[in-house]
């Protein structure tokens, strides 16, 4: 899933095309993708996007005066840039933005933004926003450089899992299933650590850790180029999604615990005191 680093790189390199030009076309061409009614998205046509960034999750499309829209890719959503725009419907299409040329730059013709679903729940979604309202970024938590954020990890009383709190959008935003599993990593925790256990070194590093993570994935994120596309995104963590192989920090083969919809993944050496966690697919295969 695409999370923090990820989507603000991509923000910046879908800032560097669209800045400035004007939106020609929103084609809406997945069922109930768009989630909102009013404003219509024709009714964009012919504003200028101003900036491109990124919050919590959210791909964010500025259009100064005329309002905001904003895509989340969720699970596996991604896009597409098309230079020239194409027509063609590929196969979990979502949406495509269609901006015109940009007057300063003869050269630079029309360019499509595609939209694309590979997966089959939580799918990818967009809004169309009028100025002043957030929808739903404004059910969203602090971002992780943030000081709101340093105080809950330094300071809060939050009885669940570091992991859990990590994920929820409401407490924190922009850190999902890899980078969790990474943060945990990197601030050597269990992945069953509770907030309100850990002592004021512990809550200090896993702070570092988490700042730490993200910054590094979106220096990472950025090597990509064009939009995100359809190959894995697991490149470029450290722990997450690689049970089975070496830990990068010690070389213990790297266990994970699965969930009905996740796996964590961590390091016995380094995270449990080399306690290996009960694993349902384990136990089922002792069976
Ligand atoms: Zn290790």
Same mark, same amino acid.
């Given at each position: 899933?695409?999370?923090?680093?990820?989507?603000? @790189?991509?923000?910046?390199?879908?800032?560097?095309?669209?800045?400035?030009?004007?939106?020609? +076309?929103?084609?809406?061409?997945?069922?109930?993708?768009?989630?909102?009614?009013?404003?219509?998205?024709?009714?964009?046509?012919?504003? !200028?996007?101003?900036?491109?960034?990124?919050?919590?999750?959210?791909?964010?499309?500025?259009?100064?005066?005329?309002? *905001?829209?904003?895509?989340?890719?969720?699970?596996?959503?991604? &896009?597409?840039?098309?230079?020239?725009?194409?027509?063609?419907?590929?196969?979990?299409?979502?949406?495509?933005?269609?901006?015109?040329?940009?007057?300063?730059?003869?050269?630079?013709?029309?360019?499509?933004?595609?939209?694309?679903?590979?997966?089959?729940?939580?799918?990818?979604?967009?809004?169309?926003?009028?100025?002043?309202?957030?929808?739903?970024?404004?059910?969203?938590?602090?971002?992780?450089?943030?000081?709101?954020?340093?105080?809950?990890?330094?300071?809060?009383?939050? *009885?669940?899992?570091?992991?859990?709190?990590?994920?929820? /959008?409401?407490? &924190?935003?922009?850190?999902?299933?890899?980078? %969790?599993?990474?943060?945990?990593?990197?601030?050597?925790?269990?992945?069953? @650590? !509770?907030?309100?256990?850990?002592?004021?070194?512990?809550?200090? /590093?896993?702070?570092?850790?988490?700042?730490?993570?993200?910054? /590094?994935?979106?220096?990472?994120?950025?090597?990509?180029?064009?939009?995100?596309?359809?190959?894995?995104?697991?490149?470029?963590?450290?722990?997450? %999604? +690689?049970?089975?192989?070496?830990?990068?920090?010690?070389?213990?083969?790297?266990?994970?615990?699965?969930? %009905?919809?996740?796996?964590?993944?961590?390091?016995?050496?380094?995270?449990?005191?080399?306690?290996?966690?009960?694993?349902? *697919?384990?136990?089922?295969?002792?069976?």
């Amino acid at each position: 899933m695409p999370e923090l680093p990820q989507m603000q @790189a991509l923000a910046e390199r879908l800032e560097a095309v669209l800045a400035g030009r004007e939106l020609e +076309r929103a084609d809406p061409l997945g069922f109930s993708a768009l989630k909102t009614v009013v404003p219509a998205p024709d009714s964009f046509v012919g504003a !200028t996007v101003e900036a491109v960034g990124r919050i919590g999750k959210y791909l964010v499309l500025d259009f100064g005066a005329v309002g *905001r829209v904003l895509v989340h890719l969720s699970q596996a959503g991604r &896009v597409d840039v098309e230079d020239p725009p194409k027509s063609t419907r590929a196969k979990g299409s979502v949406v495509r933005f269609v901006f015109s040329r940009r007057e300063a730059d003869p050269d630079a013709g029309e360019v499509g933004i595609l939209v694309r679903e590979y997966g089959h729940e939580r799918k990818a979604a967009w809004w169309v926003l009028a100025p002043g309202d957030d929808g739903p970024l404004g059910r969203l938590g602090p971002e992780p450089a943030s000081e709101e954020f340093a105080e809950l990890v330094l300071h809060g009383d939050d *009885r669940r899992r570091v992991h859990t709190i990590l994920r929820d /959008q409401r407490t &924190v935003s922009g850190v999902g299933r890899g980078y %969790a599993d990474d943060a945990l990593w990197r601030a050597q925790l269990s992945p069953y @650590a !509770t907030l309100a256990s850990l002592d004021d070194n512990a809550r200090m /590093q896993l702070l570092t850790a988490v700042r730490d993570v993200m910054a /590094q994935g979106v220096e990472r994120e950025r090597t990509r180029s064009g939009g995100l596309s359809k190959p894995k995104l697991g490149d470029h963590f450290d722990v997450h %999604a +690689r049970y089975g192989t070496p830990c990068p920090r010690c070389g213990e083969i790297l266990r994970r615990v699965s969930y %009905a919809s996740h796996e964590v993944a961590y390091c016995p050496a380094c995270q449990t005191d080399g306690k290996v966690l009960a694993d349902r *697919r384990m136990s089922r295969l002792v069976k």
